[in-house]
């Protein structure tokens, strides 16, 4: 029965790349399935985690790519993020669970050369608790 715990890890790891994904509706199916709740926010936060650490690293070596033709971001759009991340600082990674902002946020955290030790622990703070809610409100509303 190990099957649903890494579909919802590999789930939870993709959504918080730059790849489109949606780890939330894996892990509710999986709770009305009477998975183990703390197994499922374990798994699930921990793959999400990871797929942001994926950011962060991919953040810190992107630069070296700017000038090349191919490279994903406008000039002025990184600049922009870099001023963002800039003026809010380490503790915007408290809304790397947010969709569409989540994922560049971890990004331009690596590109701004954020602490790891910070960075892990705010987003596992962020990470964990929105999954942490959606156990709660799934178990409390629908089982």
Known sequence: MVAPYLGLFFAALIAATIFPGQSEAVLVGLLLADHSPWLLLLVAS????????????????IERFRERRWFPARPEALQRAQRWYGKYGKWSLLFSWAPVI????????????????????????AKVGRYAVLTAVTLHYFT
């Open 46 to 61: 921990a793959g999400n985690i990871l797929g942001s650490v994926c950011n962060w690293l991919l953040g810190r070596g």
């Open 102 to 125: 989540g994922d560049p946020l971890t990004i331009v955290a690596g590109v701004m050369r954020e602490p790891f030790p910070v960075f892990l622990l705010l987003v596992a703070i």
